[in-house]
């Protein structure tokens, strides 16, 4: 039915880069919004970033000005790119779409010296 692949996750080192992709199938990509979250040990899944159908972006403060979310619909597939990352930013990442139930697995990012 609808399924979402996060993939792209991994170590790096604090200042370095990332970028996160979900591809999403099952659903029309294109009427979505779609929506980062991220969930480290002991503390609760937050919203990191967000996309609407226009194209408008906003973000998380903790992030502000060090990712960047997009999307190509016509890959079906939204992407997170993590500049200047930080320990803090250590967590599960995963995408939504829109105001559903429809969760990616997560990909793990692990930022640490």
């Known amino acids: 039915q609808v399924q979402l692949v996060e993939s792209g996750g991994g170590l790096v080192q604090p200042g370095g880069s990332l970028t996160l992709s979900c591809k999403v199938s099952?659903?029309?990509?294109?009427?979505?919004?779609m929506t980062w979250y991220r969930q480290a040990p002991g503390k609760e899944r937050e919203l990191v970033a967000d996309?609407?159908?226009?194209?408008?972006?906003t973000y998380a403060d903790s992030v502000k000005g060090r990712f960047t979310i997009s999307r190509d619909n016509a890959k079906n597939t939204v992407y997170l790119q993590m500049n200047n990352v930080e320990p803090e930013d250590t967590a599960v990442y995963y995408c939504?779409?829109?105001?559903?139930?429809?969760w990616g697995q997560g990909t793990q990012v692990t930022v640490s010296p």
């Open positions: 099952g659903l029309t990509f294109s009427l979505y919004e």
């Open positions: 939504r779409a829109g105001l559903s139930d429809h």
């Open positions: 996309i609407t159908r226009p194209g408008i972006k």
